[in-house]
């Protein structure tokens, strides 16, 4: 038994480098006005330490105002673990949420310390998490550089900046309008030739009519997958475009809706599925969807949330010990100026190196979080 004796909470924000210099900021969706969008990896730290004086590191999304979540943390979620075995977790928390589902800023707060959790157990084993969760079946992970939605002169250049820096995959935003989104998909494809995969996120922003459209126009591509064209609970609308059209379809936000991963697959609806250790439960969650879909014969992609190190540290360690996660990982962490780690995680070759130190396999930097943490 390991208790749980302190939970802390930070909140930081890591700037993104702009577009201007090579980075993405500000990085646009289609909600948002043109020059406007993230400029900020804006992340909550979580801190777990136990009785014999181990400390594990979480990351999660901050989903609501700083002050409410420390709130939730220091009033519901404190008093519901502290003393508890950092090794017996699930009983806990199912018991607390078998009545009801939590809400995503509930479940990202349990997500970062079930990630920290993990980082605690494979410290006290001497071992890295991947070897907890079976071994490696990989030591490199691939990587999507992703950006945002720009003009299509700025998304030529762009394009042509990934392929130089070594990557082999890239995603983008969409969903402007069918007619500017399929002109820009074209264009993309000229710009990447045949050696970048190409993923664009329409984020839900089509009807049926400008999805089948587009899904149609963009067939010669040969994109990787167009990720959530339509709103979410629309399985029987993916499973006709699926059928009607030779482009591959993902979903993100449906996942994260009970039980919808398993009716998109029983129905044939999906070629692949977009997760995030936020909503499902942290590493716990991820790898029981990744155990899934491995049964099913579905390959997984990790969503980023514009990451810091602790949690592409944690992504890493699943994706290198499942099957399932055979495709590359979106992620912004290289166009972000810092992090709170003493060392950034390594790239090479367009790929991520699994950290191979006990736990996560990183060391964070507490002066860097001090740095960067903001005022609630």
Avoid at 102 to 121: E, K, S, T
Avoid at 305 to 319: E, M, N, R, S, T
Avoid at 347 to 363: F, H
Wanted: some cysteine; glycine content about 8%.
């Amino acid at each position: 038994m390991m208790k749980i004796t302190d939970i802390e909470i930070f909140h930081v924000k890591v700037p993104v480098k702009k577009i201007a210099d090579g980075g993405i900021a500000p990085y646009r969706g289609h909600d948002l006005p043109k020059g406007e969008g993230l400029c900020y990896a804006f992340r909550s730290i979580i801190k777990v330490t136990t009785e014999d004086g181990i400390i594990g590191w979480g990351e999660t999304s901050p989903v609501i105002s700083p002050k409410v979540q420390r709130t939730i943390l220091d009033t519901y979620i404190k008093p519901l673990l502290l003393g508890k075995d950092c090794y017996a977790l699930n009983k806990v928390i199912a018991d607390e949420t078998k009545l009801h589902e939590p809400p995503v800023y509930i479940r990202g707060l349990f997500c970062g310390i079930d990630i920290a959790c993990w980082d605690i157990r494979g410290k006290a084993a001497d071992v890295p998490v991947y070897k907890l969760l079976g071994g490696k079946i990989r030591d490199r992970v691939g990587i999507a550089y992703c950006f945002g939605l720009e003009d299509i002169d700025l998304t030529i250049e762009k394009t042509g900046q990934i392929r130089e820096d070594g990557y082999s995959c890239l995603k983008t935003t969409g969903g402007e309008n069918f007619h500017f989104d399929i002109e820009r998909a074209y264009q993309l494809r000229k710009a990447a030739g045949n050696e970048l995969d190409i993923r664009i996120d329409i984020n839900e922003a089509f009807d049926y009519r400008d999805a089948t459209t587009f899904l149609h126009a963009v067939e010669c591509l040969e994109l990787e997958y167009v990720e959530q064209p339509i709103r979410v609970n629309q399985i029987q609308a993916l499973k006709i475009f699926r059928q009607r059209s030779q482009t591959p379809i993902a979903i993100n936000e449906d996942c994260y809706i009970p039980h919808n991963l398993f009716e998109y697959v029983k129905e044939d609806a999906i070629d692949v599925a977009v997760v995030d250790l936020d909503p499902i439960g942290g590493i716990t969650g991820i790898v029981q969807y990744a155990d899934f879909s491995e049964e099913a014969g579905l390959p997984l992609v990790h969503h980023c949330g514009f990451d810091l190190g602790i949690k592409l540290a944690a992504i890493l360690q699943v994706a290198a010990a499942r099957i399932a996660f055979s495709r590359a990982i979106d992620s912004t962490y290289m166009t972000h100026e810092d992090d709170i780690l003493q060392e950034k995680i390594q790239i090479e070759n367009g790929k991520y190196i699994v950290p191979d130190k006990p736990g996560l396999g990183i060391d964070v930097d507490m002066e860097k979080i001090e740095y960067y943490t903001i005022d609630e």
